[in-house]
C-alpha cells in the first residue's frame, strides 16, 4: 500500500514554485506576511477548486476537519477565512495573473503536437470569444453592466491544439468585445478564427499587418466589390470563392487591400455562411472547417463554468474576483499539464472528479486514475461457502 503523499501534495509538486517565487517576490507577495504566504494561498484557492467549496466558511471548515492533514499539504498553520479573506482582498491580482500565464506556456509546449480536429494544418490556431459572469450589482459595483445588473467578462483566446487558454483578459461587463483586439498580442503566421462581432476593419487590417490571419463571418450590409472569382466544387457545398475589394471611402481607408470572401452552404443544417478572411492560400473548404472550430472556445466556456467556481466568489472586490478566477484557470491548466506528463487517457472532466473525493488519499498519482481494474471473481476455495449458491 502507498503511503507516501497525498494526491493534492503530489498535484502541487507540478508547479514550478521557483519560478511561483520569483513572481511573489516581484510584486512583495509575501511582504510583511506572517501567517499565510502566497504559496499557501495558492494552495488553499486550488483546494477550494478541485474539492467544490463555494464559500470561505466552507474551505475553513472541510480544511479544519482535516488539521492533522494540513502540514503534508504545504500549510504552516491552521486556516482561517478572515486570513484568506484578506489575502485575496490585499494581495496584487497580477501575481496569479503571472503564474496562469507561466503554467500556459508550459502546457502549450506539452500540447504542441496535438492535431486538430478535420485539419492538417501545421499553424498555430487560435479562436477568440468572451463570456459573461453575472454579478450582483449592488455586492460588485466595479462592474457595471446594465442599469441594475453588474458582470465581469472573460475575453479568451484559446489554443486549438488541446485548448488551452494561451490569453485572457478580465473586463466589465460593459467592455465590447472588439476592444480587446486592441491589446491582444498578435503572433506571426497564426490563425485566429472569430465571429461577426470582431468585425471592425481598422483593428483587422492592424492584425493583417503584423502578419496574422483572421477568419471571421461577414456582415449581411457588407459593401464590397468582387475583383475575381475562383472556380469551385459545388457539390462539396462551397458557393464562390472570391477576391474582393470594400467599397465606401471610409472603409477603403481602414482596410485598404483584397480580402477574401467564401461563401460556404452547410448540407446539415441547410445555412450558407460567408466567410472573410486575408488568407488566400489555404483551400476554402480548410477556411470553413478552421471557422467550423471555432466552436471549442464555446465548450471550454461551458466547461469552466460547470466544473470551476467561477460563479460564486468568496470575496466582493476587483482584486479578490480576479484573484479567484486566475486561480481557477492556474488549477485547470495544471491538471491539463498533469493529464500530459502522466499521459493519462482519463479526461479532465474525470480528473476533477476523482481529486474532489480523493485530494487526501494517500495514492500514486499516476495509479489513481487508471480506473478501478478488480477482479471479483470469487477464489474456487473448498473451504468458503458460497452464500448464493443454492
Not at 177 to 205: H, Q, S
Not at 216 to 236: G, L
Not at 263 to 277: H, N, Q, S, V, W
Not at 341 to 362: A, D, G, H, M, R
Request: aromatic share 12%.
Amino acid at each position: 500500500m502507498y503511503v507516501g503523499k497525498t494526491l493534492f501534495a503530489q498535484i502541487m509538486e507540478f508547479v514550478p514554485w521557483t519560478s511561483f517565487g520569483r513572481i511573489v517576490d516581484r510584486y512583495s507577495g509575501n511582504a510583511g506576511v506572517r501567517r499565510m504566504t502566497c504559496a499557501e494561498q495558492f494552495r488553499v484557492m486550488a483546494f477550494a477548486q478541485l474539492t467544490w467549496r463555494e464559500s470561505l466558511r466552507d474551505i475553513e471548515v472541510t480544511l479544519g476537519a482535516n488539521a492533522s492533514k494540513l502540514y503534508a499539504m504545504g500549510m504552516r498553520h491552521s486556516i482561517h477565512r478572515s486570513t484568506l479573506s484578506d489575502a485575496n482582498e490585499s494581495r496584487d491580482w497580477r501575481i496569479w495573473s503571472d503564474v496562469a500565464a507561466l503554467l500556459i506556456r508550459r502546457a502549450r509546449k506539452l500540447y504542441s503536437d496535438t492535431d486538430l480536429v478535420g485539419l492538417d494544418l501545421k499553424n498555430t490556431v487560435y479562436a477568440l470569444d468572451a463570456t459573461t459572469i453575472d454579478l450582483c450589482l449592488s455586492l460588485f459595483d466595479w462592474a457595471p453592466f446594465r442599469k441594475a445588473k453588474g458582470a465581469v467578462k472573460l475575453h479568451t483566446l484559446l489554443d486549438l491544439r488541446g485548448a488551452i487558454p494561451a490569453f485572457i483578459h478580465i473586463s466589465d461587463g460593459k467592455m465590447h468585445e472588439v476592444n480587446v483586439l486592441d491589446f491582444m498580442p498578435i503572433e506571426a503566421g497564426a490563425f485566429y478564427v472569430m465571429d461577426r462581432g470582431y468585425l471592425d476593419f481598422t483593428r483587422l487590417y492592424a492584425m493583417h499587418q503584423a502578419g496574422g490571419f483572421f477568419v471571421t463571418r461577414a456582415k449581411v450590409n457588407m459593401n464590397a466589390r468582387r475583383i475575381y472569382s475562383k472556380p469551385v466544387d459545388r457539390s462539396t457545398g462551397l458557393v464562390c470563392d472570391q477576391t474582393v475589394l470594400l467599397n465606401g471611402f471610409y472603409a477603403t481607408q481602414h482596410y485598404p487591400e483584397n480580402l477574401r470572401r467564401i461563401r460556404f452552404k452547410d448540407a446539415e443544417t441547410g445555412k450558407t455562411f460567408i466567410f472573410l478572411t486575408n488568407n488566400f492560400v489555404l483551400p476554402p473548404l480548410t477556411i470553413a472547417a478552421l471557422y467550423k472550430n471555432r466552436w471549442q472556445v464555446e465548450l471550454f466556456f461551458k466547461w469552466i463554468k460547470q466544473h470551476l467556481r467561477i460563479k460564486k466568489f468568496v470575496g466582493n472586490s476587483e482584486n479578490a474576483v480576479k484573484t479567484q478566477i486566475w486561480c481557477a484557470v492556474s488549477t485547470y491548466v495544471l491538471i491539463a499539464i498533469v493529464k500530459k506528463e502522466l499521459q493519462i487517457k482519463s479526461s479532465l472532466y474525470t480528473l476533477l472528479q476523482i481529486l474532489s473525493v480523493s485530494v487526501f488519499e494517500k495514492t500514486e498519482l499516476s495509479s489513481a486514475f487508471q480506473g478501478d481494474e478488480y477482479s471479483s471473481e470469487m477464489l474456487d476455495t473448498a473451504n468458503q461457502l458460497n452464500l448464493f449458491g443454492i
